[in-house]
């Protein structure tokens, strides 16, 4: 008897298919991102089914799968084209179930927003270290970093995962601990956590280790919205430098971010925005001089709000209240075509200022924004990651055990610099991003080093994971350990739905992966998967219709 899959199936050729296939990446990779399938999980054994009927049969032609929660990646490793199929784990699992009572270990769904996980551990007076973006979900996030403002002080959200909940490419729910002392799961942990989301299995949900507000009491944040002014932007960018050259301690967060104008009513205006926070982390006294530094900077340029007050945040709060500060509440910056970069170096404070960095960076934004045109808009973020002895940066300090395979954590600033364009700027764009990479890297700028982060590839053009294994990756140890893992847990390259994924490089010979290209592999696989029945129900009014056994 035929169990049908319960959640939605969106066809390529369905009404509305645009909009169900959309993501982040949509608006520059449309043409890599048409899976012939999208499907709508909603629990454990939909999942299951999908893999089953991925798998294929003497009559169905395999697939690969990508694994969707919020889609928010740069070059859409979350989806697919082709014969392929995405599942989508966004109405899945949104569960959040504290597991102590303690309220310090809490399992969490993948179909949370960061928005939603921050709100929900705030209530309780708890934090984690996530991403600033509202709409980016748990799936992707706790398997790529979880970059953001707490960096320093706390270093990244992959750091407090406790457990993976992992659905194999053999159909198998199996939970992958970080004090593991099977070698097996040691290695399928890291693996998961950093070296390639949705590459190893389908990840439900994590349990995550947070903090307590009140072990940090009386931390502090400022943060301020500002009109935009290359003068002020450099002032600002030197500023962030000066924590390296201080040897600031890693109690001290600083971030600042450039928007072009949104060209709409009440946000009309390019505008600076500043976060800043101590976290109070070994109970000093606040160094007040620190945040009075920003504030000189900024006097007379904060912007105000519709009542006349003005856009600026400068008070003592707990760190989860803070946290939702530095959040952005919209999905994507503009509804544009984006040429992205996000560039990470080593090099000291020192270094910059030898190269002239801030005025040199800040001459790279005010050419676009003094064009007497608006044909492109810029979003750009300068923060600092780094700390010497004492104060090194946690992001350095939490990666010593070796447990995950985050790539470049001794790294100093990441400097994100992104363009989007209308169609009369697509060539301005090109070729500002291309002086760009020319001048940071290869002239060496702000890196001698050309390191990239796996949630920030140079799109549209880093899509070849393979290819550019050596911008993301810190060694060859370390990527090679990785492509062994690949091998042992998916061995038919079930979850190779897209080049920018963890594989041999000889497997697809350069070439789009698809599943038909291995069919040969999978007798490794079909002794293990339970023969079943799989019903994969049309939409309403479709004629398809599609029973398997695997």
Not at 3 to 18: H, R, W
Not at 408 to 428: C, H, M, N, V
Not at 456 to 466: K, N, Q
Request: hydrophobic fraction near 35%; charged fraction near 25%.
């Amino acid at each position: 008897m035929s169990s049908p899959f319960e959640g939605k199936v969106i066809q390529l050729k369905a009404d509305g298919y645009d909009g169900y296939a959309h993501q982040y990446a949509s608006s520059t990779l449309k043409d890599a991102m048409k899976p012939a399938l999208i499907l709508y999980a909603i629990n454990d054994d939909d999942v299951i089914k999908a893999i089953l009927f991925a798998h294929g049969s003497k009559t169905v032609v395999p697939r690969a799968m990508s694994i969707r929660s919020g889609g928010h990646h740069y070059v859409g490793a979350s989806s697919t084209s082709g014969n392929n199929m995405t599942v989508d784990m966004s109405f899945a699992y949104d569960d959040f179930v504290w597991k102590d009572s303690d309220y310090t270990r809490v399992k969490v769904g993948v179909g949370h927003s960061l928005a939603k996980l921050n709100n929900l551990l705030k209530g309780a007076g708890r934090f984690i270290p996530h991403g600033q973006c509202s709409y980016v979900y748990v799936g992707g996030h706790c398997q790529s970093g979880g970059y953001g403002q707490f960096i320093r002080g706390f270093g990244l959200m992959i750091d407090y995962v406790q457990k993976y909940r992992l659905i194999t490419a053999d159909g198998q729910i199996i939970k992958v601990r970080r004090d593991s002392e099977d070698p097996k799961i040691q290695d399928l942990f890291y693996a998961l956590a950093g070296g390639s989301p949705g590459n190893f299995g389908i990840v439900t949900h994590v349990t995550l280790k947070v903090l307590k507000d009140q072990d940090y009491r009386k931390s502090y944040g400022y943060r301020c919205e500002a009109k935009y002014s290359r003068g002020l932007l450099e002032k600002l960018f030197n500023y962030v430098i000066k924590m390296d050259t201080d040897n600031r301690s890693a109690d001290y967060d600083l971030c600042i971010t450039f928007g072009s104008t949104r060209e709409l009513p009440g946000n009309d205006v390019s505008t600076i925005v500043v976060f800043a926070q101590w976290a109070n982390r070994w109970g000093h006294d606040c160094d007040q001089g620190f945040f009075q530094g920003i504030r000189k900077i900024c006097k007379g340029h904060i912007l105000p709000t519709d009542d006349g007050k003005l856009r600026v945040m400068d008070d003592s709060l707990p760190l989860s209240e803070l946290g939702s500060h530095w959040m952005f509440p919209v999905a994507r910056e503009f509804e544009y075509p984006f040429i992205k970069r996000g560039y990470v170096t080593p090099e000291s404070g020192a270094y910059l200022n030898a190269q002239g960095w801030t005025k040199w960076a800040s001459g790279r934004i005010d050419e676009i924004e003094s064009a007497k045109t608006r044909t492109c808009y810029i979003s750009a973020q300068f923060q600092y990651t780094g700390g010497r002895g004492a104060t090194e940066s946690a992001m350095k300090k939490n990666g010593a055990k070796g447990e995950t395979s985050i790539s470049w954590r001794d790294s100093t600033f990441i400097f994100a610099l992104d363009i989007f364009y209308k169609p009369e700027g697509e060539q301005t764009a090109k070729h500002w991003q291309q002086q760009n990479d020319y001048d940071a890297i290869q002239m060496k700028k702000f890196s001698t080093q050309d390191r990239r982060y796996i949630w920030a590839p140079h799109s549209p053009e880093d899509v070849d994971l393979i290819a550019a294994r050596k911008f993301f990756f810190d060694s060859d140890d370390k990527f090679d350990r990785l492509v062994a893992i690949k091998n042992r847990v998916d061995p038919i390259g079930l979850f190779t739905p897209n080049k920018f994924c963890v594989t041999s490089p000889t497997v697809f010979n350069g070439q789009l992966p698809s599943r038909t290209q291995a069919p040969r592999l999978l007798h490794l696989i079909r002794a293990s998967v339970p023969s079943r029945n799989v019903e994969i129900p049309s939409m309403k009014g479709s004629k398809f219709m599609t029973r398997v056994t695997a």
